[in-house]
């Protein structure tokens, strides 16, 4: 191993780490606010080919990341309508919602298979920064879009724990008719909150189909969508133990096609079950550690809140 | 929200759920018309085309029946889990285990007759299938883990498995770098009963009609709803509920992984990747659609069947086959709404507590 | 001055009138009980100042001006808040942030926060500690965390819905004085509750509810007495519970047998705490005590519902100790359970399928459910318990409190059981309905079965038991013959030695 595969391969980490983190932070919030979304792997497959779409039609990644966030915005808005205004199963409405964008993208994408790439978000001008040994092309070499997923990630923290507004959020997915005679709008909270997931899940969906996968083809989300919902668990919901994983299970991804290379006799696909299995190690330990005190999950996350006279 | 807000009504809207279904039918109907005429295609056609390939000859009978076979196992076994309030999120999984442990059977016993591997190999998809849907049981019978989170990852973990067995050591040398198992023994294969449809047909339907009966009539059934009606109300009628909550969710894996034992030794014939296909996520809709309850869950397999035989045929007139994906999903949220709407009614809301609450 | 002026105020319900013209008239600054029953709709009335619920007719006004509210903000925004008997608070945040959820500024500054709540709680004497998430508090803490989230807001009028049912009497005695701190404040304190001891220490005037009605409106609680406020909350003097009179007295065979019982909750505390007990042939004996001394955890251990730690019980000789629910059932234990529609009954399922939770198993010889047996059960239930339903395969949450209670004790009678354990049968149920209950289960008692019968009503307990046990912190405390047990004696056990001079 040299210097040059070593910083190949942490330079990958932090790509996959940023595609996994975005879609986690949308599901993050969500979920902050009560409101479980098992439609990441749509909304990611939505966002991309709206990317892909806006690439085709006007070159610009900028362009494409908000017409990505928009399209899966919207999208997260169904389950927002269905399974928060009107109060449906969250766990239905989210799978649906995989199908339905797994689907919708499909048929929308159909002419965009196998075009060649368009174009990438770029990097930052850092300028000399970027030529700095080892450090350079890990941090300062990246699209900008990692920098927007640290600084989303920042935001997000901030106005979870910070914020008038993230105490509300907070309290609407802790108890919904506690935060409701708080004055705090459930409806409002929790469809905003749905909405801004999408979006976020949208932006990953982009940075997958302009920088990472190059391209446009069905099922590109290959799975990725569900690794974020893991991450979600593996953070305990808090935006920078979430950073941290996605840099784990992000280096897992970069791990994989590179470990016959540094002579690793294990497949890589087993490697590739690694995030569901510790997610489901970091849920048991959960479950056993809230015997003593409550729980890291949103108490109401999965309940509808209908605010009824007696 | 937009001043108006939900109250209950004092009667539920007459029909029920086949009103809630029939309405996300046509909800689904008329937005995947849009959808396909925005993309330059007449609906009418397109529709009239799919109705025909799936039910407008013997074998398009036999194509839809085919595929409501694995969509009506694993929405009994959501729907098994399900009248406990238990979700089964790993029908998909669980499929894919049941191929896997048919597979074995048949490689462990490749000269055994047909009369003996087939059922050896159903016995063994059974197995497997319950044998995943155990740690996620116990896990949340003695941990309270939940089992959502728990049967969505053993989904992915499952599929690696079978991606690393056709990829590596179960590949079939001759498949020229096709990922895939070799083909199973000729004698491994459901005998057929018209068209493409084999006994398979037959053993899903028992299955499905059995379990419609004993889960509404049996003294099983009866436990199963109490617990899923209030977890206190079970344990204070001496229902032990751990035990109750492995035994069911371990049984619904097992039924899910009968379909997949069916689709391995009836229409695969050989273990691939591709082996459940997305039925086990399909089946949590149909599950939905039947309300949880097995006796339901046939009628909305074959409806589901259809559609998706229906997605298939009209990709040759350049109709991409996703519109069947969009029209179940559409069905789901439709009817979704609508039974929300039966038991609810749109009013002016008369607070003004959103006033105050975005100040 | 007057800071609360309710005229005429109605409230009805499909089924039930909760306030029918209530009124009331609160001095700023004062401390004003509202008394009554259960049922007489103190509640409903607290909850229609609150913006809660809209009241049907009559006028609402604060300090001389008409208001109309229409959600619990709008009246928070006037200065009215409430303190409801469940409290609502988010466990994983801090007592800063539950204070200020919904009233903070737009930037949470968490010391600064933290500060203004301390300096806040310090101005009433409320001690408590602002960073410490409210799931290790004490329901006495979380109690005063919920009026610094009403004193956050500034709220000039304070309800404290029964606010000593959950507290310790050193808990409550601090309540009294953290209420005299918010009247000397110049604020307006509602005090709902039904003790007259503490009424009388804690409060300057008193109105009494009645059938939903105001019977008695703003008398200075120096003229109260006890038989004067009974006779105004029950209404005339016959209708106060008279003693039964046994026609045939009970054996001294222990049917029921408990021995040195201990429980313990899921953070280890002892809910039950070396209780001993029997109930013996044809007996009712009383569990007196406030609410959350271990009455429901003791029942649930004997019907074998909670695992316990240590200790014996035995029904007619019969050990049952570490058996589950059903052989209990078997032994012939009946359970009618505190929470009637979360424990004792499925909600989403049928009157027939709710009829037979005991039943079922016998219900036709194989797996199956024999469905022309469970039906005629169900339907001789409901004829010789008179309860009224809509259907028998109808869902029974539709059914009233009183005839689900109806439905739920006949069902447990049908066992025919030796014992049967009744926690708080009658609350929550009209008059009628609380006569029907009462009768059955003197009826049972005079049939032969042991009851236990666990009860917050001490009139229901010192009417029909023949015994009375008071239960403090998990602990018997007291014990009293039928014909020794009075109020007074009963209720200062209750409230513990310490304050049985102030009783």
Redesign the interface.
Known sequence: MNEVTIVGLLVDVIAFGVLLYLAALGELVAEKAGV?N?GVEGMMAIGGVAAFWSGVQFGSPLVGLIVAGIAAGLLAL?HAL?AV?????Q???G??????G???S??LG?EYVSLPPVEQFGTLPLGSLRELRIIGPILFDQPWVAWLAAALGFLTWFVL????????L??VG??A?????????V??TR?AAVVVGGVLAGFSGAFLVLNLAKGWT?GVTA?RG??A??LV?FGAWRPGRTAIGALLFGGLLALEPRLQTFGVEV?P??V??LP??I??GV??VF??Q?????SA?P?AIGRAY????? | MFGLSLAKRDEPLWGGQTRSVLTGVLIALVLGALLLWLNGNDPVEVYLKMAESAFGSKRAISNTLTRAVPLGLAGLAVAVAGSMGLWNIGAEGQIIAGAIAGAWVARVLPDAGGAVLIPLMLIGAVVGGGLLALLPAVARARLGVNEIITTLMLNEIILRVVRYLVNGAWKDPLSLGFPQAPALPAQAALPGLFERSNIGLLIAAAVLAAFGVYSARSKWGYELRLAGSSEKTAQYAGISLKRKIVTVLTLSGAIAGLAGGIELTGSSNRLVEGVANGWGFAGIIVAALALMRPSGVAAVAVAFGAVQVGGLAIQTTGVPSSIASILQALILFGALAAGVFSQYRLVRANSTSMAVASV | MLAVELQGIWKRFPGVIANAGASLAVQAGSVHAVLGENGAGKTTLMNVLAGVYRADEGSVKLYGQERRFSSPADAIGAGVAMVHQEFRLIPTFTVAENVALGASPMMLRKREMEQQVADLADRFGLHTDPGREVWNLSMGERQRVEILKALWRDAKILILDEPTAVLTPDEADELGRIVAAMAADDRSIIFISHKLGEVTRFCDEATVLRGGATVASSLPVETLNAGMLAELMVGESTAVSQRRVRTNPATDTAVLAVENLTVRDLHGIATVDGVSLQVNEGEILGIAGVAGNGQRPLADAVAGLVDTESGSIQLAGEALSGTGPKARIAAGLAYVPEDRLGVGLAPKLTVTENAIIRSYGTTGSGPMVDRAIARDQCESLVDQYNVKIGGVDRPIAGLSGGNLQRLLVGRELATEPKVLIAAQPTRGLDVQGVKAIQDVLVAQAEAGVSILLISEDLDELLALSDRVMVMREGQVTAEFEASQATRALVGAAMAGSAHQEAS
């Open positions: 479980l098992l169904v269905v205004v009107l109060g449906a199963d766990v239905v409405s799978l649906a919602l995989t199908i339905f797994l689907g919708l499909a048929f159909k724990e910070r914020t008038r507004v993230g105490l509300g907070r309290a802790e108890n008719a506690t935060a409701d005679a708080a004055g705090q709008s409806t409002v469809v069905e799975g569900w690794i919902v893991a668990i497949s696909i087993l590739s079950m569901y299995a997610t489901i849920l048991v479950s056993i809230s015997r003593h005190r409550p999950a108490a209908r605010r009824e006279e007696r």
